[in-house]
T-cell receptor, first 115, second 115 residues
Framework: EPEVTQTPSHQVTQMGQEVILRCVPI?????FYWYRQILGQKVEFLVS????????KSEIFDDQFSVERPDGSNFTLKIRSTKLEDSAMYFC?????????????FGSGTRLTVV | KQEVTQIPAALSVPEGENLVLNCSFT??????LQWFRQDPGKGLTSLLL?????REQTSGRLNASLDKSSGRSTLYIAASQPGDSATYLC??????????????FGKGTKLSVIP
């Protein structure tokens, strides 16, 4: 069964450093998303991406965050200057369409630890 | 703003028992609802997708129902096994404006099946 692949599985970074989280969505999917889950809390929406542009972003997704689809397969989330509160599990997801018969497929996540 | 609540937060049952997990949402104008399974420190595995026009979906020992008018969904697990131990997340997908559709998650029910 097709999978969403995320790398790395775990990243430790110092506060203030830039990190790039990588994702390879399912090849025939058109809509891409980043979500995050702070330990013990709900999974939260960060950003949605379609047709090479952001379609929606949450208030969490401030100027420190950016997304990019640099080629036909990768989808990245960059955090420019990490803060302690950015420590979380980051999930990439993709969807083939927007209709009610389309669900999301999530990757296994990247655990980001900011020290 | 859509809010998703899952009750109970945790549930412990003996192996072989049938059980029901509950999910409620505040805005009934949803496109679909997905149930996910999350193992500790791992990603989200989709279990069932119910379209807004559907009343239930079944996969093996799992059956999910949807009552849009009352803002409720249930996940029924038959003949529970220790391998079913995980956190079960409910997520509703709805139009969020600006041509975008978001998943909103509940906090999950942590299920423990005791051998």
């Amino acid at each position: 069964e097709p999978e969403v692949t995320q790398t790395p599985s775990h990243q430790v970074t110092q506060m203030g450093q830039e990190v790039i989280l990588r994702c390879v969505p399912i090849s025939n999917h058109l809509y891409f998303y980043w979500y995050r889950q702070i330990l013990g809390q709900k999974v939260e929406f960060l950003v949605s991406f379609y047709n090479n542009e952001i379609s929606e972003k949450s208030e969490i997704f401030d100027d420190q965050f950016s997304v990019e689809r640099p080629d036909g397969s990768n989808f990245t989330l960059k955090i420019r200057s990490t803060k302690l509160e950015d420590s979380a599990m980051y999930f990439c997801a993709s969807s083939q369409g927007q209709g009610e018969n389309y669900g999301y497929t999530f990757g296994s996540g990247t655990r980001l630890t900011v020290v | 703003k859509q809010e998703v609540t899952q009750i109970p937060a945790a549930l412990s049952v003996p192996e072989g028992e049938n059980l029901v997990l509950n999910c409620s949402f505040t805005d009934s104008a949803i496109y679909n609802l997905q149930w996910f399974r999350q193992d500790p420190g791992k990603g989200l595995t989709s279990l069932l997708l119910i379209q807004s026009s559907q009343r239930e979906q079944t996969s093996g020992r799992l059956n999910a129902s949807l009552d849009k008018s009352s803002g409720r969904s249930t996940l029924y697990i038959a003949a529970s096994q220790p391998g079913d131990s995980a956190t079960y997340l409910c997520a509703v997908r709805a139009y969020s404006g600006a041509g975008s559709y978001q998943l909103t998650f509940g906090k999950g029910t942590k299920l423990s099946v005791i051998p």
